[in-house]
């Protein structure tokens, strides 16, 4: 048996009942499946658009917050371009202007210092208090950039450390001109980059999950929660300042990090009023890790369900094929019954020494034949068989033989050319009887004539007849009627046979007779 059909046996599908369970748990699982596979990845991509949503309030909470920072450092370098005096930078009282920087750098806690440069370079001012001595910052970049453009607005630069505290900080600074719009000098403001490290610290986020400030030219002030080598670093090939920022100003994507590769879910909002961004980054990978697990107890109960369907599938597969095994057995054991019965049959039928029909059958037979006679109006012809000198055989050859002769002169009768309508019968001890349906006399003496012959030319040794040949040899008599309804035919025409029959035996045996009416007036 190949595979194919041991497996369709033992799902019990070679049975319609099989197929139909067998179906509808595959529908049963398939739904399943297809449920908790809908169900998981619903759960998953609602936990990505609450992180995306998450990311982009943090985003423009912290780009609110920036702006703040940087508006009260423009808003205290404007008091002070407008506390210049209307002389010129030159006829700046230090002492006394110092003192006002300290004092307006005090009630700015974000800011590490306020400064005052001069068309050279050199600090003439300071909220530290006191210029120090190399304070030429003519090289730096905002002083640079104030000196080449004439506009009056603020300027944010890159991170660069201090030269008075060696500190980290972020440059807002401002041009000052004359009233003919020629350069004076730069008034600038340093914004701690500590400030926005602490202010990042401060949020609950994961290990890896990233908080940015940075220029909208690409480069980076400040990223938690990086070490301070990213800072000053230029992303501007990232998907944040290729794609996202040249669609719009606020939003969210998902991108692989430049800074350390890892894939996060960005939320990300542009400054109203400086060329600042904010991105807040959630860790992808941490979170896929978190909702497994927090998702691992609907996965265990979808795959239980999963299980105990199939146990329950495989306990009413079981159910199913004992039940179809019980009906083949019961199918078999029925086959079996119904061939005993008809060996049973055939036995009662049967004549147990010569197999031909036996007393029953002939009897049956016979009111069969009577009938359809009767009913059809056509006659029924019995041949009665006697073989000669029987006793004298069984005397002389021993019951043994006896029985064998039997047998023989049974199969030599079953031998006759007979229509498959007709019967022969063992009638009783040696006597044999031939049932002709549709027969009239003429044809039924034939047949016993035939009879005759066919024994007596099989040349069965036989002592005792007295003849001169040895050989066995049969008598027969023949009586044909058209029979009656509801009258005792059978015995009528069994009495003509055996009338028959008789006047064969007085006639000297070895012969055929047909009964006449002769022989059937006499009593
Ligand atoms: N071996 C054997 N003999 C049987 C069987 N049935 C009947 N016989 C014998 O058949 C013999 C019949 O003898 P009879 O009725 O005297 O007739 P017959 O000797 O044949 O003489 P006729 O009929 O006058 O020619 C008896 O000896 C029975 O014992 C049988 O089944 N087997």
Request: proline content about 3%.
């Amino acid at each position: 048996m190949n595979f194919r059909k041991q497996v369709a046996r033992g799902l019990a599908l070679n049975s319609s009942l099989g197929r139909s369970i067998t179906f509808c748990m595959v529908v049963l699982l398939v739904a399943g499946i297809a449920t908790s596979a809908w169900t998981l990845t619903r759960s998953w991509q609602k936990e990505v658009a609450d992180t995306e949503r998450d990311a982009i309030n943090l985003s423009v909470s912290q780009a609110r917050q920036a702006e703040d920072t940087f508006l009260q450092a423009e808003t205290a370098l404007r008091d002070i371009r407008r506390n210049l005096p209307a002389t010129g930078i030159n006829d700046i009282n230090n002492h006394q202007f110092n003192n006002y920087l300290s004092e307006l750098q005090q009630h700015i806690p974000q800011l590490h210092g306020l400064m005052v440069y001069d068309p050279q370079g050199n600090m003439i001012a300071t909220s530290f208090g006191k210029i120090p001595a190399q304070s030429n910052n003519s090289d730096r970049e905002y002083f640079i950039y104030h000196r080449r453009n004439a506009h009056g607005s603020i300027h944010i630069g890159h991170v660069i450390r201090s030269r008075s505290t060696g500190d980290l900080v972020i440059p807002v600074s401002l041009r000052i001109s004359d009233s003919a719009g020629g350069f004076t000098g730069v008034l600038l403001a340093t914004v701690k980059l500590d400030y926005f490290r602490h202010f990042y610290s401060y949020f609950e986020l994961q290990n890896r999950d990233l908080l940015a400030l940075l220029n909208t030219d690409g480069n980076t002030l400040y990223v938690r929660p990086f070490a301070d080598d990213v800072i000053n670093r230029n992303l501007s090939a990232s998907p944040l300042f290729t794609q996202e920022l040249e669609k719009k100003d606020r939003g969210n994507g998902t991108w692989v990090s430049a800074l350390d590769h890892v894939e996060r879910i960005y939320g990300f909002a542009r400054l109203e009023r400086y060329p600042l961004v904010v991105a807040a980054g959630y860790d992808k990978p941490a979170l896929w890790a978190s909702w497994v697990k927090e998702s691992l107890p609907d996965l265990v109960l979808n795959a239980l369900l999963l299980v105990g369907t199939l146990l329950m599938g495989a306990i009413i597969f079981r159910q199913v094929r004992m039940n179809v095994r019980n009906q083949n057995e019961l199918a078999e054991l029925r086959d079996e019954l119904t061939s005993i019965n008809h060996t049973l049959q055939l036995m009662a039928l049967a004549d147990g020494l010569t197999g031909l029909a036996n007393r029953r059958q002939f009897d049956l037979f016979l009111a069969k034949s009577l009938k359809a006679s009767a009913l059809k109006q056509k006659p029924v012809s019995l041949i009665m068989i006697d073989i000669d000198y029987f006793k004298h055989y069984n005397d002389y050859y021993g019951h043994v033989a006896g029985d064998n002769c039997l047998r023989a002169v049974g199969e030599i009768l079953h031998k006759l050319q007979l229509n498959t309508r007709d019967l022969i019968a063992r009638y009783g001890g040696e006597e044999f009887a031939i049932i002709l349906p549709d027969t009239g006399p003429e044809a039924a003496l034939f047949v016993a004539r035939q009879a005759v012959n066919i024994v007596r030319g099989a040349q069965i040794p036989h002592e005792q007849t007295g003849s001169a040949q040895g050989t066995l040899t049969i008598s027969a008599g023949c009586y044909s009627i058209t029979a009656e309804l509801n009258a005792d035919e059978a015995q009528r025409l069994k009495e003509g046979a055996d009338k028959a029959l008789y006047q064969a035996k007085v006639q000297g045996r070895n012969r055929a007779v047909a009964a006449t009416d002769a022989m059937l007036q006499k009593a």
